[in-house]
């Protein structure tokens, strides 16, 4: 499945980096636990971004499950020569300067393509401790598509994708959700008990 959304040539230059990342990919023997959902559309929250090389084997694992990833760029990016390589990347063009924001605007393009797989780090930054941003969940919301939770353990290079979760309308009971998913994934991952943390906080902050 293509989430590209468009039927026309590919450019040589995204032709050819598209293969160096899979066979990078497959030279370091990364492998899958569980499957991508067989629907058209949702977001991939990943976690833990921790390397510069977590695009090359969320990339690669996509691939694998015969998914072309969609992720966010600042449109600035898409000028020039550069602009058909983006695209055919997968990337999805952000202006942070217009009047809608970027939930707003991701969400138009989810409600303008027929597939949209859209991978999110969802801890926003390498630097994070373990807790996520909101951004993902309510791109989710928004758009009205679950959200894929992803987990990665770079020790064992293995990737693995958990059962789609509808967004609720209350974040930290969804992100708690997630967080049990991950934990089960990975118990003893220190960034996975800081997210569990987060999301309990969240809850009882709620029901306060």
């Known amino acids: 499945m293509s989430s590209s959304g468009t039927r026309r040539q590919r450019s040589v230059l995204s032709r050819i980096v598209r293969r160096i990342i899979l066979a990078i990919y497959r030279w370091r023997g990364w492998r899958l ?3 991508l959902p067989a629907i058209d559309k949702y977001v991939i929250a990943g976690a833990p971004h921790t390397s510069n090389w977590d695009f090359v084997f969320f990339t690669g694992a996509t691939a694998a499950e015969g998914i072309e990833p969609n992720f966010m760029g600042k449109h600035t990016l898409f000028r020039g020569i550069m602009r058909n390589f983006m695209l055919d990347m997968g990337g999805i063009p952000i202006d942070r300067s217009r009047r809608s924001n970027v939930v707003e605007q991701v969400a138009a393009e989810f409600a303008r393509r027929d597939q949209l797989a859209l991978v999110i780090a969802a801890e926003g930054t390498r630097s994070s401790d373990g807790e996520w941003k909101s951004g993902f969940y309510n791109i989710a919301r928004a758009a009205g598509v679950p959200i ?16 789609p979760i509808e967004p609720g309308a209350n974040y930290g009971e969804t992100l708690l959700e997630i967080a049990r998913f991950m934990r089960a994934s990975l118990p003893d991952y220190e960034r996975y008990k800081v997210l569990e943390q987060q999301a309990l906080r969240l809850v009882a902050e709620n029901a306060e």
Do not use: D, I, K, S
């Open 33 to 35: 636990e569980g499957h």
């Open 148 to 163: 894929v939770p992803t987990w990665v353990c770079n020790e064992r290079r293995v990737l693995g994708f958990g059962p």
